[in-house]
């Protein structure tokens, strides 16, 4: 790929992720396919514990992420106005779909009792002197951003926001079009992955969604519920929306968190 090319590409796609996180938000389209295969479906695995306390806003933000529970990156615990999207502002066409592009957005499901929001923007790792400078501009964006949102609920809420999500997977698997503050946001397909251990049940979903140039890049969403409470942690990788390369969710961010809910 041209410098200029990957320079358009790369800051497009960072503009992007940064305000929408997908347009808000591996390898090819063919490593992408042999990562998703052999993954099973995210089956939420219940627990049988009597009702959790239903936690309040005050309750959430003690138990939210902090900079001090991460070794590299920052931790943003205000939100810019881009980053901060709310449910009216996220729009599926098809209905069925309307679950992953709210997670997708950093959107709580259904009607929450408290809503919390953070976000975590990965270390990149600095390039050698002698880097090509397309290589050194990718380098640079080479990171995760990733949109937590922890959210309460009373009675069942919380178990109906993550099989809701787990739902729509399933019917929404060949993609799905969303609009995003008015941005178009095009999923070519959907994904279910391991679901994350630490909680009473989760699911793990990437999304492959169309960038800039052709690109199709991978979007993650992951899914925690610790009693009342739903953590939905949002990812991109920056390059990764100019490659369409394969990227993780930071597996310590994420245990760090739950871990927080006791």
Not at 13 to 25: E, N, P, R, Y
Not at 45 to 74: H, N, R, W, Y
Request: proline share 5%; with cysteine.
């Amino acid at each position: 790929m041209r410098t200029s090319s990957v320079r358009r590409t790369a800051l497009a796609a960072s503009a992007a992720a940064l305000a929408l996180l997908v347009t808000a938000c591996g390898g090819s389209d063919g490593d992408q396919d042999k990562a998703d295969e052999g993954k099973g479906k995210a089956a939420p695995s219940t627990s049988a514990a009597a009702p959790a306390k239903t936690l309040t806003a005050a309750e959430l933000e003690k138990a939210a992420l902090a900079q001090s529970d991460v070794k590299g990156g920052k931790v943003a615990t205000k939100l810019p106005a881009t980053d901060d999207i709310a449910a009216d502002q996220v729009k599926s066409e098809d209905a069925a779909c309307q679950p992953l592009a709210h997670a997708q957005a950093g959107v709580a499901q259904g009607e929450p009792a408290a809503t919390v929001k953070r976000s975590f923007t990965g270390d990149p790792v600095k390039p050698s002197a002698d880097t090509k400078p397309e290589d050194a501009l990718l380098a640079a964006l080479d990171t995760e951003k990733v949109l937590i949102n922890l959210a309460s609920y009373e009675g069942d809420g919380a178990e109906q926001a993550v099989q809701g999500v787990v739902a729509a997977a399933e019917k929404c698997a060949g993609g799905f079009k969303a609009t995003l503050v008015g941005e178009p946001m095009a999923v070519a397909k959907v994904a279910t992955g391991d679901a994350p251990e630490g909680g009473d049940e989760g699911a793990a979903v990437t999304l492959t969604v169309a960038a800039d140039e052709g690109v199709k890049a991978p979007a993650k969403i992951v899914l925690v519920r610790k009693g009342s409470t739903v953590v939905t942690f949002s990812a991109v990788n920056l390059a990764s929306m100019a490659t369409g390369k394969d990227f993780e969710v930071p597996a310590d961010v994420v245990a760090a968190q739950v871990g927080k809910l006791g």
